[in-house]
């Protein structure tokens, strides 16, 4: 009786081998059929993928990827004759077939009986995602005007994966050309639309080495490091973003704010008057530096030189002119500390006299400003600082200055 159960045995996994060999036939019959149902296909090489038998099979997983691709060729066939495609079908079915023909092609690579390599699918494999290649690009599109920036990024970066594949080495399809650099940069700012800082920030980083829209990366990569308060990294993207793009401001007055904020005011003036010298006609440069010797070296002097050269480069700016002003105003309410620090009265009235000298310095160029930006609060609230130590000449401006700021912030 033992020989007849070993007997039904084999018997049994003799059948169900040959089944699951069935059903791979099946599949692949189903793929070339145009009027075919794919989803009894996909259910048919589903159960043969996991069967002892055939799962190592190249074959096996070669016909899973048909089955995927001709879903996708049914779709992009529509496509083509100015039809609506189903798009989602289409892509998924696109995205699918990879990792099957992937396995495929990994299985394919095993020598045979008598040690050699003969792929049997290889050839094909590669030609079918040769000739996909350029819907990856189709599909991050579509997802990325869908707003799926997830399955965006995961469509950009398997084109990417493609063109790396070591079958395709040297070949037109791994050609890391502008539209190879053009997906690097779509990549990218689909990760960063994903609110996910660290996945942007390596993709950024990535895709920083190519020269397509080379800048607006770095820029990106800024902004992210920014927002995990990286301040190491941005620093050191600052600097070499401003290595390459030496005439962007945007490097140049961010990286002297990060020197400013961090204390380093001799490499921000180094930085400044190196921007001088290829542009000395810009107001921003000569404001930066008036603030650096303002606010690093309380250096008032060096300030107003600095300042006065920014107004004669803009003089209707009112950030120039407040500027200007408040270097005046803070050295008045300096000189009325002092005098406030005396007992002796005489000395009293001579420091409060050098004080009255640096607020009616500091006048036209805060009423100049007002009269430009008139909603600046921190311009009346100057205003109104110095029309109180010019009392009691100054009583009416002071009393319509009170009135207008009791309004609040414009």
């Known amino acids: 009786m033992k020989h007849v159960f070993l007997i039904i045995g084999l018997c049994l996994a003799t059948t169900a081998a040959i089944a699951q060999k069935a059903a791979v036939t099946g599949a692949e019959r189903a793929a ?47 496509q083509i004759l100015g039809q609506q495609p189903n798009e989602p079908v289409m892509y998924e079915a696109l995205m699918n077939a990879v990792p099957f023909f992937l396995k495929a092609n990994e ?19 590669k030609g079918i995602l040769s000739a996909n290649h350029i819907y990856f690009l189709n599909g991050g599109g579509y997802y990325f005007d869908e707003k799926d920036y997830s399955k965006a990024h995961n469509f950009f970066e398997k084109y990417l994966e493609i063109a790396n594949l070591p079958f395709f080495a040297g070949e037109k399809t791994a050609a890391k050309d502008s539209t190879y650099m053009m997906i690097q940069f779509y990549s990218a700012i689909a990760a960063c639309q994903m609110q996910n800082p660290e996945l942007a920030i390596k993709v950024l980083t990535r895709a920083k080495d190519f020269p397509f829209r080379q800048s607006d990366v770095y820029q990106q990569l800024i902004v992210e490091y920014d927002q ?14 401003y290595k390459i793009f030496p005439d962007s401001s945007m490097y140049l007055l ?47 002097k060096k300030a107003e030189e600095y300042f006065k050269k920014a107004l004669d480069l803009s003089p209707d700016s009112p950030i120039a002119l407040s500027n200007l002003g408040r270097v005046y105003y803070n050295q008045g309410i300096g000189k009325i500390n002092d005098a406030n620090a005396l007992t002796d009265a005489a000395a009293y009235e001579a420091e409060k006299n050098v004080a009255k000298a640096f607020f009616k310095q500091a006048l036209p160029f805060f009423e100049k400003a ?41």
């Open 32 to 78: 070339k059929d145009q009027k075919s149902n794919l989803g009894e296909a996909r259910n048919l090489i589903k159960g043969a993928m996991t069967n002892a038998e055939t799962k190592d099979d190249p074959k096996t997983w070669f016909i899973a990827g048909q089955v995927e691709d001709a879903q996708f060729n049914r779709e992009n066939t529509k």
């Open 107 to 125: 299985l394919d690579q095993r020598p045979n009986a008598k040690g050699k390599v003969a792929p049997k699918y290889t050839k094909n494999i």
């Open 228 to 241: 995990i308060k990286d301040s190491v990294n941005m620093e050191k993207t600052l600097e070499e973003g």
């Open 254 to 300: 961010n990286l002297i704010n990060l020197y400013i904020y961090s204390d380093r005011n001799e490499k921000a003036i180094e930085l400044l008057n190196t921007a001088i010298s290829k542009d000395a006609k810009s107001p921003e440069l000569f404001q930066a530096l008036g603030s650096v010797y303002e606010t690093g070296y309380k250096d008032n």
């Open 370 to 410: 007002h009269q430009l930006d008139p909603k600046s609060f921190d311009c009346m609230m100057a205003l109104r600082g110095i029309y109180y130590q010019l009392l009691p000449e100054m009583t009416k401006q002071y009393e319509e200055m009170e009135a207008k700021m009791n309004l609040g912030p414009q």
